[in-house]
Nanobody, 125 residues
Framework: QVQLVESGGGVVQPGGSLRLSCAVS????????IAWFRQAPGREREGLAC????????RYEDSAKGRFTISADKAENTLYLQMDGLKPDDTGVYFC??????????????????WGQGTRVTVSS
């Protein structure tokens, strides 16, 4: 049974950092493309970054490039998202997802089969 459990969200001031974690069970990190998404209030779920199952390399959407870093620890079977230079626009619920597409960029949310419950991030002074 596949399970994804996110943690690490919270309240942070603008310019601050957070590291989100996604504990994976039911498959090995690397077997599937795995990604981070964000859903801001009143907006659709958007992809931020993913790790390809083909080459193990990350891909980033423009909103995440330069500030966010996706990584995976195969020994811990955990996905991470390091977020630096946070802005109020980064506020939202962050989800990890698996078994989608990660080729040139992050595939739409509809292409991913497995989802965690999300962790909330609030960036505010």
């Amino acid at each position: 049974q596949v399970q994804l459990v996110e943690s690490g969200g919270g309240v942070v001031q603008p310019g601050g950092s957070l590291r989100l974690s996604c504990a994976v069970s039911g498959f090995k990190v690397g077997d599937y493309a795995i990604a981070w998404f964000r859903q801001a209030p009143g907006r659709e779920r958007e992809g931020l970054a993913c790790i390809s199952s083909y080459d193990g390399k990350p891909r980033y959407e423009d909103s995440a490039k330069g500030r966010f870093t996706i990584s995976a620890d195969k020994a811990e079977n955990t996905l991470y998202l390091q977020m630096d230079g946070l802005k109020p626009d980064d506020t939202g619920v962050y989800f990890c997802a698996a078994n989608g597409y990660c080729v040139v960029d992050v595939a739409p949310a509809s292409e991913f089969d497995y989802w965690g419950q999300g962790t909330r991030v609030t960036v505010s002074s």
